[in-house]
């Protein structure tokens, strides 16, 4: 199996790393390309749009990255986030792309802008379908005007349908998408209504950059709207802020780009440095050609401004004079270079093709311990929690709402700015009561309950549908949690750095997908563990399989005690419970059966078959000495409610629901 040689250099887990070498490989794929075709000066536009085009379709449909301005400043924040939590070397992964776009500019100017980025394609490509219908961007007044009003009214067409749809069950206000949608459509108004030329426009990046920055601090997510409508087309906010971006482009040529792009503001600062620009030599015959074809206005009486070029190569091809051309400039030096030919321009992209970071750090291990106390046992708490405890008649009559309540006052909320699939888990960490929940957006998140407010927050390698689980160490208060990444994590419950990281499945090409279920903690004969149940399914190419495996942790530091592939089809999470003293672990499956398994290795001691798919946990309900013997509920895909009898895996009774049973039963006695 490949791996890559600093995981086993340093014995760390590297979360994020394989969806950045896919894409890593793929940006200097496409600087390779770019290489090649700036070696010819004929037909150099044409190589240019297929760089575009392949940038668009691997990084929008094939890997469905997040290359762009709003993936690149993302990524770039997740990582500071890492860094904060002392993970350097994962923070890298997350910040290389940024790391090597940057470095870019600081050799050859705004070349990702100009070549790679596909935000900047399709604003290129929309101004040149403009030209084609007769239109004629940047100067026609009243068409301008005419897109403004347009523009709002879809807008507000825009907010009343979504207050009249969503209002009611989320509000507006809430909704990162429709927060970052609403304040990007008043920037493209203001650029749509600002006369040309205006030095104020230039500013407008600035309100991005900053824009994206306070989203960030206030907690609400940032994620590039173009790209995202290639994955989600019902998500109206992301497309409101796509035609935005996009349909600017048709009266403004590269609005977005000229105008309101952060990340093309930071490229021009550092394109003020770069090694290598384009200059204007002593053969110019001011025809004023280099300035008609150049879509961001960089051009001057021959002159390049720098910091708003983006190496697009324009100018330089369509000058009758070849008065233009890429050349060295000496740091430090501040006079203008004459022009060299092209050697310059091929060691400017072949520098940059080299400009790959590596960061690495060494850290210490977690001391290990004896002493582990359970706070929070799992999904709902585990079964001690009040709700599972014990039941007098199960099953003996049909469900019916004894009471409803619906909320009015609302004491505070907190809303991170993406979808929440994880169940909260609540323990009391130092003086204050805390809720730990994991997001869409790969974060977990602490939140004071007194408050509401977020006390911090760690970033994984993907979403974080799992339910945490906290145990106490040694004194020290620990946030077990699972991601999408394929990792589960033990986390410093009061700081939220990281203290130990299991990696359940090593990457490799032909890994489909895989599924941690919450974690849960068992107290076995060698004593508490760690219970994590995992899924991944293979797609090599002589055959393709599932696999459900169990594993037990020590809490301490995340240590394997002993594995179990106990299914060859997707489990549920698991519930544990006890039948004679020793420790049980339920978990149903989509092959039909409900698995009981021996807390202490892992064996099955029974199953239970169903005729349909598992998809929701079971629920543990204890027994009582004048009533039932333990029970394990669980609900079938096709409606059936199945009670069986925690020790010998058989069916007490069966209800009928008559519908889909995806969730988990709660009980109460």
């Not at 107290?523 to 994590?532: E, R, Y």
Request: net charge positive; with cysteine.
């Amino acid at each position: 199996m490949r791996q890559f040689f600093v995981w086993k250099l340093f014995d760390r887990v590297l979360a994020p790393f394989e969806q950045s070498y896919i894409e890593l490989v793929a940006f200097l794929a496409l600087c390779a390309l770019a290489t090649a075709a700036l070696a010819i000066r004929r037909g150099r536009q044409t190589w240019r749009f297929i760089v575009q085009l392949v940038s668009l379709i691997v990084f929008f449909f094939v890997v469905s990255s997040c290359l762009g301005v709003f993936g690149l400043i993302r990524n770039a924040i997740m990582g500071l986030g890492l860094l904060a939590a002392q993970d350097d070397l994962s923070a890298f992964f997350w910040m290389n792309m940024t790391l090597v776009a940057l470095g870019a500019a600081f050799v050859g100017g705004a070349v990702f802008c100009g070549w790679i980025c596909p935000t900047g394609a399709l604003q290129e490509w929309a101004g040149w379908l403009a030209r084609r219908l007769g239109l004629t961007p940047n100067n026609n007044a009243k068409m301008r005007t005419g897109a403004l009003a347009v523009w709002v009214a879809v807008v507000a067409a825009y907010l009343v349908v979504a207050y009249a749809v969503f209002g009611k069950r989320r509000p507006i206000l809430e909704d990162s998408a429709t927060l970052w949608a609403g304040a990007l459509s008043v920037l493209v108004a203001m650029v749509l209504l600002a006369p040309r030329h205006s030095p104020a426009l230039k500013r407008f990046r600035a309100v991005s950059l900053l824009l994206i920055l306070g989203f960030t601090v206030a907690g609400i997510s940032v994620f590039s709207p173009v790209h995202f409508i290639f994955m989600n087309v019902q998500d109206r906010a992301s497309m409101l802020s796509a035609l935005a971006i996009v349909g600017a482009g048709f009266f403004v040529l590269r609005a977005w780009c000229r105008y309101l792009c952060p990340f093309g503001l930071v490229c021009g600062w550092a394109a003020r440095h770069a090694v290598f620009q384009i200059a204007k030599g002593e053969t110019c015959a001011r025809c004023g050609t280099c300035e008609r074809v150049c879509e961001m206005e960089a051009v001057h009486t021959g002159k390049v401004c720098v910091s708003d070029c983006i190496a697009c190569m324009k100018c330089v091809d369509h000058c009758p004079e070849q008065a233009l051309s890429l050349v060295a400039r000496p740091f430090g030096d501040t006079k203008e270079a004459a022009p060299n030919g092209r050697t310059a321009a091929i060691s400017a992209m072949v520098a940059r093709s080299a400009l790959v970071l590596f960061f690495a750090c060494w850290t210490a291990a977690p001391a290990s311990g004896a002493s582990v106390e359970v706070l929070w046992n799992g999904f709902r708490g585990g079964p001690d929690a009040i709700a599972w405890r014990e039941c007098g008649n199960a099953g003996t009559s049909e469900p019916c709402a004894t009471w409803t309540f619906r909320p009015s006052n609302v004491t505070w909320n907190y809303s991170p700015g993406q979808t929440m699939w994880s169940s909260p888990a609540v323990a009391e960490i130092g003086n204050r009561v805390v809720c730990f929940v994991g997001c869409y957006d790969h974060n977990v998140y602490a939140i004071d309950v007194a408050t509401g407010r977020e006390v911090w927050r760690y970033p994984t390698g993907n979403g974080v549908y799992s339910t945490p689980a906290i145990v106490r160490v040694d004194g020290r208060d620990c946030l077990l949690v699972s991601s999408s990444d394929r990792t589960l994590y033990c986390l410093d419950a009061q700081k939220g750095t990281k203290i130990w990281a299991y990696e359940v499945y090593e990457w490799r090409q032909s890994l489909g997908r895989a599924f941690l279920a919450s974690p849960i903690i068992v107290t076995a004969s060698d004593g508490p563990s760690v219970i994590l149940v995992s899924w991944a399914y293979d797609t090599a190419p002589k055959r393709v399989n599932e696999v459900a495996e169990i594993r037990a942790l020590s809490p301490q530091d995340g240590r394997l005690r002993w594995k179990r592939i106990f299914a060859e089809n997707r489990p549920t999470h698991p519930v544990a419970g006890l039948i004679g003293g020793g420790p049980r672990i339920y978990v149903g499956a989509s092959d039909g059966n409900l698995y009981c398994l021996d807390g202490n290795d892992g064996s099955e001691v029974w199953r239970g078959a169903f005729k349909f798919p598992v998809e929701g946990a079971p629920a543990w309900v204890a027994g009582r000495d004048d009533g039932p013997p333990p029970l394990v509920l669980v609900g079938s895909r096709f409606g059936d409610l199945r009670a069986f009898d925690a020790a010998s895996g058989e069916t007490v009774w069966t209800f009928k629901t008559g519908g889909w049973i995806l969730a988990t039963p709660a009980v109460v006695s």
